[in-house]
């Protein structure tokens, strides 16, 4: 039952996502899933992880489990039993990202020798949905990755939603149809390795643009840390990316008292922006909203208007009507 919602490759850990509304285990929850669709994340594991996590241990580790409680995981964040419901809580972790060899926190550190890893994770997991829920050519797919993305999930993942026979439940979370703005941070899988096949080194130097808009919070962690965002408010949904904001050197040391002071000279000057920003857009919609009113203002008054010349004929009709021949 468990190769049916759970699927483990060289690299990623495939399971169901929470925002189906419930944990499948059992026969019931398969048929559900094959006929309305479904939607799963799949989680990079790092190298140094792997050899702890219960779908790779080996057989000596099995017999004694004590023999790994020296390891990186030392239970704290992998389970022995898969079904636990520690399998579907993402959250803030105790366990030390590994620097070697390099962490994947999100698609900007995929590199070209990254694609035979891609390559094989997007035919592992096609074939897993086509031999487990029959989907195919007739029925569409979707495989992506968010940037940005929150700091409590900065491990490469990616999210997998797939039509049923009867439906597609999830289709609306893929097209992001209530949420239009946030297909500026949604990157196809396909779309990953076919750019990185042309520049190996693109996600690493691009400059990349995204509307945050309802996700402004994503970048939290950056503002806190910097005291001031490094997104700059543009109107509406938009946000810009203003290197400028956060004057900190790629050596990574700590800011000194003058690049605090530089940095939240910046954020008042980018408050007051988005200030007048806000301004104007109170102006435009009270200047709406008087026009508005004037036009029910118009309308009211013609209706009066009207009124007072047809009360008369209408009594004169009635006077007519009520006459003896």
Not at 81 to 110: G, I, M, N
Not at 135 to 145: H, L, N, P, Q, S
Not at 146 to 174: C, D, M, N, V
Request: glycine share 4%; proline share 6%; charged share 25%.
């Amino acid at each position: 039952v468990l190769r049916r919602f759970v699927l483990a490759t060289e690299d990623f850990l495939v399971l169901p996502d929470p925002k189906m509304g419930f944990q499948p285990h059992d026969d019931d929850d398969f048929k559900r899933i094959q006929e309305k669709g479904g939607y799963f994340n799949a989680w990079w594991v790092h190298p140094a992880f792997r050899r702890e996590v219960w779908w790779r241990r080996d057989v000596a580790t099995e017999r004694n489990p004590s023999s790994s409680s020296d390891g990186l995981l030392s239970g704290l964040d992998c389970s022995a039993e898969p079904w636990h419901a520690s399998s579907f809580v993402h959250t803030w972790s105790k366990v030390q990202k590994p620097t070697e060899p390099r962490y994947l926190c999100c698609l900007r550190d995929l590199r070209s020798e990254d694609l035979d890893m891609l390559q094989s994770f997007q035919a592992a997991v096609l074939e897993f949905l086509k031999t487990q829920y029959g989907v195919g050519e007739d029925r569409e797919a979707w495989i992506f990755a968010h940037y940005p993305s929150s700091a409590r999930y900065s491990t490469l993942h990616f999210h997998i939603i797939f039509a049923g026979s009867q439906e597609s439940q999830f289709e609306a979370y893929a097209k992001k149809v209530e949420r239009p703005h946030q297909l500026s941070r949604q990157f196809p899988l396909s779309y990953l390795i076919e750019t990185l096949h042309e520049e190996p080194r693109h996600f690493e130097e691009c400059t990349m643009e995204y509307y945050l808009g309802d996700k402004a919070d994503l970048m939290d962690p950056i503002s806190a840390h910097f005291g001031c965002s490094p997104h700059r408010y543009m109107q509406e949904f938009t946000f810009h990316w203003d290197p400028g904001a956060v004057a900190v050197t790629d050596a990574g040391p700590s800011p000194t008292d003058d690049q605090t002071a530089l940095c939240k000279d910046k954020s008042i000057v980018r408050q007051l922006g988005e200030l007048q920003l806000a301004t104007e857009s109170l102006r435009q919609i009270l200047a709406q909203l008087s026009v508005d009113v004037k036009e029910m203002t118009r309308t009211q008054h013609l209706k009066e208007s009207r009124s007072r010349k047809v009360a008369p004929i209408e009594l004169l009709c009635l006077l007519f009507q009520n006459t003896p021949a």
